[in-house]
């Protein structure tokens, strides 16, 4: 008989049936009616063309057929129970591998990822660092963090980590013409170049100037007065992006992390 037409149902109705010798019991243990676990096994016999059992006055007798067959059967189902538990190992592993950008990892990122592993000790995370494109197919990736308009990636699910806006930032009584420092996320800027948001960000907490960037990103900054806020924010359509292949958010530790991250936003 081919595996995709393997009666598993029924064959676990003659299992409990077998080990009681008894249909009400088997049906008890299966929380299904004595009628229903009869059908089974007769559905069962008619598949296999074999009788199973022998029905006395006032119990079931095991066939030769049935006692030849229950060890190998028993056996299959442990092996089945072994495969599930090591597929629910697999994806209970405590380590979680996230992709982002570098500066959201160092503004961002990386405080909420401590303040997590407090209630979840045994987590245990890899980072790394990308510039813009991420490949799932070329990495093992449970989660990755990205900047810009809705994923249209198929196969990609995402999740907005919060409603963003831009907003311009500097030291504190930093004047509001002063010059605007380049990234690559704002190359309108005249002052200083630097290679990403965070830079941009330190930069300006350090008199540069005045960097134009992510709320999100420069929200630690703000709350402990490295920077101020200089002028009117503007919003965006853009925003962080948590991101996973669709079947990945079935996995709890992809799901707890996320809502995490979002109830922090």
């Excluded at 005249?190 to 830079?199: E, F, I, K, N, R």
């Excluded at 960000?201 to 709350?223: I, K």
Aim: hydrophobic share 50%; aromatic share 6%.
């Amino acid at each position: 008989m081919k595996r995709t037409h393997l009666p598993l149902n029924a064959l676990r109705v003659f299992d409990a049936a077998a080990r009681h010798l008894s249909f009400t019991k088997a049906a008890d243990e299966l929380a299904v009616t004595p009628a229903a676990v009869g059908q089974q096994i007769r559905a069962l016999e008619d598949t296999l063309g074999v009788v199973l059992f022998r029905r006395m006055t006032r119990n079931l007798e095991l066939t030769p057929e049935a006692e030849r067959g229950l060890p190998a059967l028993r056996a299959g189902f442990l092996q089945l129970e072994e495969s599930v538990r090591i597929l629910q190992d697999a994806q209970g592993s405590k380590v979680l591998t996230i992709a982002a950008p570098r500066d959201f990892m160092a503004k961002y990122l990386a405080a909420r990822l401590a303040a997590y592993a407090q209630d979840h000790a045994d987590t245990r995370f890899i980072v790394a660092a990308h510039d813009g494109g991420v490949d799932f197919t070329q990495a093992n990736l449970d989660l990755a963090v990205v900047y810009g308009g809705e994923p249209t990636e198929e196969g990609i699910h995402g999740r907005t980590l919060a409603a963003e806006a831009l907003v311009c930032v500097g030291a504190p009584g930093t004047a509001a013409d002063a010059p605007r420092i380049v990234h690559p996320a704002d190359l309108g800027g005249s002052g200083l170049t630097v290679g990403d948001a965070g830079l941009a960000l330190d930069a300006a907490a350090l008199g540069f100037g005045v960097a134009r960037v992510p709320r999100t990103l420069a929200a630690a900054d703000l709350a402990g007065g490295r920077v101020v806020e200089i002028g009117e924010a503007a919003q965006t359509s853009d925003a962080y992006w948590l991101l996973a292949p669709t079947p990945q958010w079935r996995q709890a530790k992809v799901r707890a992390l996320v809502e995490f991250l979002l109830a922090g936003a």
